[in-house]
């Protein structure tokens, strides 16, 4: 019993043992390449996604081969140029381009009072049912989302089977643009207001008092101090709700119904329907230039960095 | 208008707006499931738990589910280890190219989603691992791993670093220090990341899509392939499923860290 009691519990000869191999395997004198082991795992999962970028870019420089129906070996531009020659690729960019700008600016106007509401409201309860609102459908994802819309919005939906019961006729609410555009409104609310919520939070309300108290309306309050004051987390918004508009897939074929493809789409095409992993390939390189584009463009306009995740000190 | 009488009026009515947009999916299929009819209609003629009944016989989407449930689980657990030591890495050490890293673990978020599956997919297709389960959870912790490495490097920022100096000062070797200092300060931050991966693994379309065939098709992309031909209250049954999850997750976050942690200032 007494030698049971001296000896180190299990606990402490492992803990023991995890430092002596820790000793071995980084000695002291070269600690400074503990945060790069730290890293390594990460730096490794993301590396998938660099690789697999890189087999898309070697991709695109190769075109299809009619008569193999394989990529031929010799390098070319020839599927960047049937991009730019082909008016359906440009049809389906600007498509994609308005849709995300049109979806941008809309949600950014719902999801603005939505946030300032929460950050405001002086009853908790409301604020717990204003984030479960907003949490739930974060939560539930696209395709499940889309399908309910499917049931309200469709030939035989709810809306139509109103409709039709009050003696007026049914109305095409789906499979066309609109429809594709309310869908992404409602799915990026979330993300939107999320996004807003720190940047309003961090508005001092007596800002606005002082504002208010000078004369100003809450319309010039809004516009001339609340608006300004949280621009990082609308710029934020902004550019997170743009991006995941612009290569967004589930809406546009579920509530588009295949008559409002945006870029996704055809990328996807591309690769099964006319198998052509070379076009495709050319189209995934186009939308992140051009997806990066944009966001350079924003930051340019905007000139902060409000995404960083980690690191520095608030 | 311009009074504040207005402004409430503006902004209450915008919100609830947007509550009601936002539920009204939910709602309507919860209802559409307990439908007694052959087809979804309203109003429904009347109400049975029949679709509920004849789900459990369909194994196209109760094995989907178990499939969706395992690759989900084994996202989370690879990104766990990977976001919490990325999370400790980035806010506790100083790095050269510190910069250059964080635009390098952004790369999930920024590349679009269709290009991350295809890219997947074409390199998964190489290593000829493609048509296996477990890749498809590698492949959704990859594009969903910054929202571990934010959740936990919030926590890691509150964790004053003089802590574990005193329990290195006291003794401890850097193993002791960060199993007894470290890991529990951050744990909370931890939970968090770990039931956004699995919620968010669970609902992952678009990137399942390629990753999987045939055999290893999971919940979201069985549901997608099933809206294409007709629309039938089963469906509206499994989308319960998901709601129910997403209940839970909601009930467990704000359990487990408060919902208001979103509306604190950064």
Known sequence: MASAQSAPSLFWRLIDGLEALLRRLVPPKRRGVTGWLFLAPALLLVGILAVGLGYIIEYSFHELDIATYRLKDAYSLGNYQTLIERPVYRNVLWRSLLGAALVTAITLFFAFPYAYAMTRTRSAAMRKFLLIALFLPFFIGQVVRAYGWLIILGKQGVINAMLAGLGLGTLDLIYNYGAVIFGLIQYMLPFAVLLLLPA??????????????????????????????????????????????????????????????????????????????????????????????????????????????????? | MTGSRGKSVFIWTVTWFCVITLSAPTVIIIGASFTAGEIIQFPPD????????????????????????????????????????AALATVRYRLR??????????????????????????????LRILGALWPVGVGLCVINLPFMIW?????????????????????????????????????????????????????EFLVSLFLTDSR?????????????????????????????????????????VGLEIFLKSR
């Open chain 1, 200 to 314: 309003l939070a961090a508005i001092p309300e007596d800002v606005e008092m002082a504002s208010e108290g000078l004369g100003a309306n809450w319309v010039s309050t809004f516009r001339h101090v609340v608006l300004p004051m949280a621009k990082p987390g609308l710029i934020g918004a902004g550019i997170v709700v743009f991006t995941l508009t612009l290569t967004d897939f589930a809406m546009p074929e579920i509530l588009g119904g295949g008559t409002t493809d945006f870029v996704a789409s055809a990328i996807y095409d591309s690769f099964f329907q006319i198998s052509n992993a070379g076009l495709g390939a050319a189209l995934s390189v186009a939308l992140v230039l051009i997806g990066s584009a944009f966001v350079a463009l924003f930051f340019s306009i905007a000139g902060s960095t409000t995404l960083d995740i980690g690191g520095e000190k608030k």
């Open chain 2, 46 to 85: 009347g109400l049975s738990l029949r679709w509920y009944d004849a789900l459990i016989g369909q194994t196209a989407f109760t094995d989907a589910l178990w499939r969706t449930l395992y690759v989900s689980l084994v996202c989370t657990a690879v990104s766990i280890p990977a976001g919490v030591l």
């Open chain 2, 97 to 126: 190219f510190r910069p250059a890293i964080q635009v390098y673990l952004l790369l999930p978020f920024t590349i679009p989603l269709v290009v991350s599956g295809i890219g997947m997919m074409v390199w998964f297709g190489e």
């Open chain 2, 151 to 203: 959740a936990v490097s919030a926590s890691a920022s509150a964790l004053d670093p003089e802590l574990e100096n005193a329990a290195a000062n006291c003794g401890a070797g850097p193993v002791m220090v960060f199993f007894t200092v470290t890991l529990p300060a951050v744990t909370p931050g931890i939970i968090t990341g770990a039931l956004l991966m699995f919620i968010l693994a669970v609902n």
């Open chain 2, 216 to 256: 290893t098709v999971t919940l979201p992309v069985q549901i997608y392939n099933s809206i294409r031909s007709v629309i039938t209250p089963d469906l509206a049954a499994i989308s319960v499923v998901y709601i129910v999850l997403a209940l839970a997750a909601v009930w467990l976050l704000d359990r487990l």
